[in-house]
């Protein structure tokens, strides 16, 4: 069995909630996400990347406003979705 282990923008709307033009202005406007291109500059996820964007919507989800979850460190941000 294999894992997947790149995902694209919509896979990653799917499994988080968040809409991929929430997405995309969040990568833009606080440089959340860094996602690899394709050549044809299609953007393809890591694992890392879901990881992120799930912690992201979960924090947001219960009213942590996206500009502070922005400045959260990775530790910072794993450490506060394990308190919720």
């Known amino acids: ?3 997947k282990n790149s ?6 709307e799917n499994l988080s909630g968040v809409k991929a033009h929430t997405i995309r202005i969040w990568e833009k406007r606080y440089n959340l996400l860094e996602p690899e291109r394709t ?5 393809t996820y890591n694992l890392d ?3 992120k ?3 992201i919507s979960v924090l947001n989800n219960s009213g942590v406003k996206i500009s502070h979850i922005a400045e ?3 530790p910072i941000l794993n450490k506060k979705v394990k308190e919720i």
């Open 72 to 74: 959260f460190t990775e």
């Open 39 to 43: 050549g044809t500059n299609i953007r």
């Open 49 to 51: 990347n879901l990881r």
């Open 1 to 3: 069995m294999s894992i």
């Open 7 to 12: 995902f694209s923008i919509k896979d990653l």
């Open 53 to 55: 964007i799930l912690n």
